[in-house]
């Protein structure tokens, strides 16, 4: 038992650094780099890379298509989410959130996985996203202080346990259901939580609608990782297409910064 629980306290640990630094810096950064940020595939990528160091290959390769394919999910959560926050707060945008996410996996996991099909549903998804996408958020008002480490240390731990649970249980829980559980929104949802609670829901609702674009920064780990895998060792796979997504998410955050310095320039 004592090695699983070291086990469990390390992922946790691995995940939890995200969710803590994004509180940190958003102040400062902004919802646009702030999306940036929490878009990193520090959910699927930790926990791909434990699952990758039991089971075989072909187990890593399967999740990863079926992760690829729930971007089109998490692209309805986070619309879903910024809508509801014109009506309530956080448990109200993540009910209707999750519930978008429930409607398009259950359809998902009716059909057969391939890549055409996935893509199908990323697409869907993108357009969904497109043409539902909140124009109307207002600026989020300023704080004064970044959030406690505390505060960060709580929402982080939350997201890091979750992810390194489903880690752990991915031997039992098969390659789909692995792929689905780890492409469930958790940094997404404990970003939001820590974000509402210090920022305001304002500041969650728009850095979670500046996400849609970003989140082809996780769609891209998911989908290298799934057609490197075989190729390439699952765990070297899961290193290099980590550090192609990060590379990804450099470039976006160089893009978005000069786009905002160009913006405020007289």
Known sequence: MTPMLISILWKTMATAAIVIVAGRIAQ?????????????????????????????????????????????????????????????????????????????TFLVHQAPMSIPFAFAVVMAGALFAWLCRRRDLRKPEGVSAAAGWRFLV?????????????????????????????????????????????YGRTFGAATLNAAQPSLVVYASFVLALHLL???????????????GSALMAAGLAVIVSRRRRHSVSP
Do not use: Q
């Open 28 to 104: 400062r950064v902004g919802p646009v780099l702030t999306s940036v940020l929490i878009t990193l595939p520090f959910n699927a990528g930790p926990g791909f890379f434990f699952v990758s160091l039991d089971a075989p290959d072909a187990f890593v390769r399967e999740g990863a298509l079926v992760a690829f394919a729930t971007t089109g999910a998490v692209l309805v959560f986070c619309t879903a989410w910024v809508w509801a926050e014109r009506w309530g707060g956080y448990l109200l945008s993540a009910g209707i959130g999750i519930a978008g996410w429930l409607g398009v």
């Open 154 to 198: 709580v929402r982080g731990a939350a997201a890091g346990l979750v992810v390194a649970l489903v880690a752990t249980a991915s031997p039992w829980l098969g390659p789909v259901w692995s792929g689905f559980a780890l492409g469930f929104p958790t940094t997404l949802l404990a970003s939001a939580w820590m974000l509402y609670g210090h």
């Open 229 to 243: 895998t075989g190729p390439l060792p699952a765990t070297v796979a899961v290193v290099v297409s980590f550090v």
